[in-house]
């Protein structure tokens, strides 16, 4: 894997996926989880500040991209669940 697959790409996907509507419709939609969550596409983690932690207990996040992970960890940080990446 090279340096654009691995730092560039990332971050492009997050951004492109981090644009208004589409942040919008995480906010009105994500918080409606309950209990043990499964992700699948957790990307980046951009839904992960949209969780509710009084209404989530775990949450396990599941992409084939492993380069998304390292932002995904970062954002898993600032919630108060458990979030376990695969």
């Known amino acids: 894997m090279g340096l654009y697959d691995r730092y560039v790409l ?14 919008a419709r995480r906010a009105r939609l994500v918080p409606q989880a309950l209990g043990e969550v499964l992700e699948i596409g957790i990307g980046t983690g951009l ?13 396990v996040g599941v992409d084939p991209a492993a ?17 376990d990446m695969v």
């Open 10 to 23: 990332p971050r492009l996907i997050d951004t492109a996926c981090s644009m208004g509507d589409v942040m």
């Open 47 to 59: 839904n992960l500040r949209y969780y509710d932690p009084s209404r989530v207990t775990r949450l």
């Open 67 to 83: 380069q998304m992970q390292a932002l995904a960890q970062r954002r898993s940080a600032d919630v108060d669940f458990p979030v």
